[in-house]
């Protein structure tokens, strides 16, 4: 090597070192933090390293919660738990023995609520983020992923002439669609207030779930459709044509009958596109929240469409300004609908959820109507954990 290149490396280095070692400190010197560990008797151990704070709190949805105030009313909100600081400046908080679930927390660090750093497993709820993890076992292990066929899962954008913008959405096909010629069944699966296409397979393990019913033979190959039912959205937050912004819980135009009335733009663009069954039959339409809104409304607005109906914890009727054609004659259309026959009419909501009397002044609607459905009733409120659940009970009765 002559003495210029020798010189030039030499040089390289001296400039490199600086930059590289306080990332070879960082890489060598900090310390190993485990959180969440889950133990053999399924309590958890949580941990944050912050020296300097005056207090750490954790919240989540494993611990008991506590009644909260809110513009919808009072609900059920997950409580706080402290963790307690060794000499080493790392908190720490065991939980109990906990029951196999997919849980999801976050930290409160003098007041300022932080993901975990030691969990790079998150997921958005509208605006919050948060850390999740599973306790294996029962029901969770529909939510975990197996040592099974899977399924596809799809985004895929669909020109809306009704709403006039092409529009994003999530499709999950089963286990085996692109090799075979057979045609399948649809779920069209809506989301609540404050999600969009990105909910049910993110929050709601929907790909997860479908893999496994399908691969335990409880349920029917099917394709699943997740749309977005924000119709002034053509994707969901930083994923369309507005970019980055912060997600809101409750948008303009989400239930004034504009989704409703041109549902069936969606179900063109699959049955153009997709190799599906394309009969009543062979249809089934759920929601959670404004979905289930959305699922009882469309059902009715467009006849002989859909055969088997899913409301999760549904918001049920319109607003008193709302004014669309689709929110006329509810009486009488939901007549029609059962006139026309179906084959599944699923209501389901926790005992505790801030829509239950809707719901149950709507069971009574029904009765009074004579109009069958099938009713589930859990415990909790308007939380994940139920839809998930319900997703997990609906799917096999499908098809």
Known sequence: MDPTTTLRALLICLLILPAALPAQEALFSRQEIVSPEIHEDKSVTFRFQAPHADSVQITGDF????????PYGEMDVPGKASLVRDENGVWSFQSEALAPELYTYAFIVDGLRATDPNNPFLIRDVASVTNLFIIP???????????????????????????????RLTIYTPPGYEASREKYPVLYLLHGAGGDEEAWIELGRTAQIMDNLI??????????????????????????????????FMIPR??????????????????????VK????ARAIAGLSMGGFHTMHISRYHPNTFDYMGLFSAAIMPREDATAAVYDRIDETLK?????GYALYWIAIGKSDFLYPANVAFRKKLDEMGMPYTYRESEGGHIWRNWRIYLSEFVPMLF
């Open 63 to 70: 611990l008991p919660t506590v009644k909260m105030q809110t």
């Open 137 to 167: 076992g029962e029901r969770a292990d529909l939510y975990r992923v197996q040592d099974i066929p899977h399924g596809t899962v799809a985004r895929r954008w669909y020109d809306s002439p009704g709403l006039g913008m092409d529009r």
């Open 215 to 248: 691969a335990q033979g409880k349920a029917k190959p099917m394709i699943v459709v997740m749309p977005n039912g924000n119709v002034i959205q053509d994707a969901a937050p930083g994923q369309g044509s507005r970019g980055f912004y912060k997600p809101a």
């Open 254 to 275: 989400t239930m004034d009958g504009t989704y409703e009335a041109h549902f069936m733009d969606i179900v063109n663009f699959v049955e153009a596109n997709y190799r």
């Open 278 to 281: 394309k009969n009543q039959k």
């Open 336 to 340: 029609a609908q059962m006139d026309n």
